[in-house]
Structure formats: C-alpha cells, structure tokens
C-alpha cells in the first residue's frame, strides 16, 4: 500500500485544516487507517484512527475538534481539524492497517498553528 497525504498548511490558532491520505496499490486488505503526529522532540501519537466499518478512535487531546472519516472504498481518508491550538503543530502521517497487521506510512505532512 502506498499512500499519498496532502493539506497541512500554516494557520493561526482557531482556524481549521482538513488532510487527505490517499491509498493506491492492495487497497483491498487494508482494515483502518489513521492520523498520527510528531512533535519536534516528542515521539509520534495517535491522533485519530477509522476502521473499514466506521469505528473511530481518537486521541483526548483532539475529541470534540478533529474528525476522521474515509471513503466507502477505503481509497483515501480525511483528518477535518477544527479549533486549531499550537499544540497541534506537528509532522501528520497517515498510516494503513492490512489485515495480516502490516502497517504502511505516508511521507508526513506539516501543520503549525501560530498563537
């Protein structure tokens, strides 16, 4: 599976980002995908991840403000991120879960959030 993210941006704190990850290659065995984040000096989180079935699991610190959501295909996922802080300025990767556990990783997409 390859995946290809876009959207990160500069914006200032309160705006709103929406991100895309798309997928091309063995779409068909991928189970969930997701949004992580890397912080400089910090390891990389979870930020939101959604299952095939629409089960969605988020990070506390994002519940209320991002929404992940995909396609009924599973072709490509969004991260809606509303409500922006500077704490949420970070690396975004995406990432795809296949059925047999093997994980993918997108090239990383940048977000800053000025206060």
């Known amino acids: 599976v390859q995946l290809q993210a876009s959207g990160g941006g500069f914006v200032q704190s309160g705006g709103d980002l929406r991100l895309s990850c798309a997928a091309s290659?063995?779409?068909?065995?991928?189970?969930?995908m997701g949004w992580y984040r890397q912080a400089p000096g910090k390891q990389r989180e979870l930020v939101a991840f959604?299952?095939?079935?629409?089960?969605?699991n988020y990070a506390d610190s994002v519940k209320g403000r991002f929404t992940i959501s995909r396609d009924n295909a599973m072709n490509t996922v969004y991260l809606q991120m509303n409500s922006l802080k500077p704490e949420d300025t970070a690396v975004y990767y995406c990432?795809?879960?296949?059925?047999?556990?093997?994980?993918?990783w997108g090239q990383g997409t940048q977000v800053t959030v000025s206060s």
């Open positions: 990432n795809s879960l296949r059925w047999d556990g093997l994980g993918s």
């Open positions: 290659g063995s779409i068909s065995g991928i189970t969930g």
């Open positions: 959604i299952t095939r079935g629409g089960s969605t």
